[in-house]
């Protein structure tokens, strides 16, 4: 499918929840880029306008545990082969029992009619991203070549804490993940920023000076 279809269904989900008179402007916490976080952002923005973000967040939550947990669920969400009307009548079957806000059925309709099911998991993820940041909640990823000791991933959550990279905070969470090719130094990532401190990062500018390629 090309870019420029998706950005079409992406907008139509956002055009699936915009109100005949847009009663109140809706601002969204963090700029999230790609596909699913299209579709989460228009998923927020329906919901803030409802006064559901919560109620949406845990429906979301049970279905993220469901998804995980039910291999069945999991390969039906993801199976390109069924269409539109099979995908519409499993999604009504699963939510049926769930007390799900109607928010929350109307962006899992939306997407069953964009073929976009097999996305789920990724919009939710980004979905609790969005409810982070709405409370002040700041995820940050550290990328090292050996894992972090507890000591220094202490050390670099309050360094981030005090100064400016990720102001106005409320409480910082960091997640390392090791990459044995980044070779040394750090890859941090917040929201949609990427600040890039690796040895492999500047060894590559150092051989793009010198060779001038």
């Known amino acids: 499918m090309s870019f420029v279809r998706t950005s079409q269904l992406a907008q139509q989900a956002t055009r699936a ?11 969204v916490p963090l ?5 699913e976080g299209r579709y989460a952002t228009a998923l927020y923005t329906a919901a ?12 979301l939550k049970k279905l993220k545990t469901l998804i995980e947990k039910d291999t069945k669920v999991r390969q039906f969400l993801e199976n ?13 079957a699963l939510a049926k029992g769930q007390s799900l806000n109607q ?14 099911m097999a996305e789920a998991s990724k919009v939710i993820n980004s979905y609790q991203s969005l409810m982070a940041a709405h409370r002040g909640e700041v995820q940050v990823t550290v990328t090292s070549s050996k894992a972090l000791t507890g000591d220094q991933l202490n050390k670099l959550k309050a ?27 750090l890859i941090i990532e917040f929201g949609d920023k990427t600040i890039d401190m690796s040895l492999a990062s500047k060894l590559s500018k150092l051989d793009k000076m010198l060779t001038g390629k």
């Open 80 to 92: 390109p082969i069924l269409g539109k009307k099979a995908k519409k009548e499993g999604i009504a």
């Open 31 to 35: 700029a999230l880029h790609g596909i």
């Open 103 to 116: 928010v929350t059925l109307n962006f899992l309709d939306v997407l069953a009619e964009n073929s976009r």
């Open 48 to 59: 803030s306008k409802k006064n559901a973000l919560p109620q949406v967040e845990t429906d």
């Open 159 to 185: 360094s981030l804490s005090k100064g400016n990279l990720v102001a106005n905070a409320k409480s910082v969470t960091v997640d390392n993940k090791v990459n044995p090719s980044i070779v040394g130094g």
């Open 17 to 27: 929840y915009a109100t005949a008179a847009a009663t109140k402007s809706v601002s």
